[in-house]
């Protein structure tokens, strides 16, 4: 595996960590200024693109409806494309699982692709698009 492959991956698993610590500030570091998000069910967009860090970060931000549960982006199968000297292109499953005073339940599943960009050394998100499978369950 290339140093750039692990660097990527590395982002994507830093990506998911972050968001279920809810650790903002980190997460805001592995984006772009200028990243999107777009949430999809099958191809039918539901949600974005939220344009911007900064949106980015005010979206997860803000509380859940219904009690508060500890969500787990598991993120697998990553596969790279699309490498440039600046860009590349990531693709993974995601299975997102929530638990609240019982078991885990898988809420969602889906796939993530992100494309990142290279600059100064250090890749960041430009965009993610996740296409779920199903409605994500309340939780």
């Given at each position: ?107 969602a599943t889906g796939t993530a692709t992100f494309v990142l960009r290279v600059t100064e050394g250090m890749w960041s998100i430009e965009t993610l698009l996740i ?9």
């Open positions: 595996m290339s140093s750039t492959t692990h660097e990527i991956q590395q982002v994507i698993a830093r990506y998911g960590s972050t968001l279920d610590a809810h650790d903002h500030d980190a997460l805001a570091g592995l984006h772009r200024v200028e990243a999107e998000w777009t949430f999809a069910i099958g191809s039918q967009v539901v949600i974005g693109p939220l344009r911007g860090r900064d949106a980015i970060i005010d979206f997860v931000s803000r509380p859940p409806d219904g009690p508060p549960v500890q969500q787990r982006h598991v993120l697998t199968n990553i596969s790279i494309s699309g490498t440039s000297n600046e860009t590349t292109r990531a693709t993974a499953y995601l299975t997102l699982i929530a638990a609240h005073d019982a078991a885990p339940v898988i809420v296409s779920f499978d199903n409605s994500p369950l309340p939780h």
